[in-house]
């Protein structure tokens, strides 16, 4: 079992910053994804970042590309979401996820990620 836990949401204007922290205990795998999903009202949960374990790859979403970049401090076993020049349309609730398996090429399917954090409220008012 993995147990994942996120901070770090809030209202933000628009073109500011904001970071986000996923934190990871449980069960130790040796290869693994690490992903940020976000999910509007109204719309289905979306791929927003990735990181592989076993590649050191990050991935992200056409979306959030050169805005969003991912960070990771393995000895708090911490993953972060660093969110810069912030749209109103990156307005959700986002979730960080862990795929212990690992398949090539699927990182931005939500439907290998075996785990699930609780998700925290991202605001951008414009």
């Known amino acids: 079992q993995v147990q994942l836990v996120e901070s770090g949401g809030g209202l933000v204007q628009a073109g500011g910053s904001l970071r986000l922290s996923c934190v990871a205990s449980g069960r130790t795998f040796i290869t693994y994804t690490m992903g940020w999903f976000r999910q509007a009202p109204g719309k289905e949960r979306e791929f927003v970042a990735a990181?592989?374990?076993?590649?050191?790859?990050?991935y992200y979403a056409d979306s959030v590309k050169g805005r969003f970049i991912i960070s990771r401090d393995n000895a708090k076993n911490t993953m972060y979401l660093n969110m810069n020049r912030l749209k109103p349309e990156d307005t959700a609730v986002y979730y960080c996820?862990?795929?212990?398996?690992?398949?090539?090429?699927?990182?931005?399917?939500?439907?290998?990620?075996?785990?699930w954090g609780q998700g925290t409220q991202v605001t951008v008012s414009s």
């Open positions: 996820a862990f795929d212990p398996v690992d398949l090539s090429g699927t990182y931005g399917n939500r439907l290998v990620y075996d785990y």
């Open positions: 990181f592989r374990r076993s590649s050191g790859y990050t």
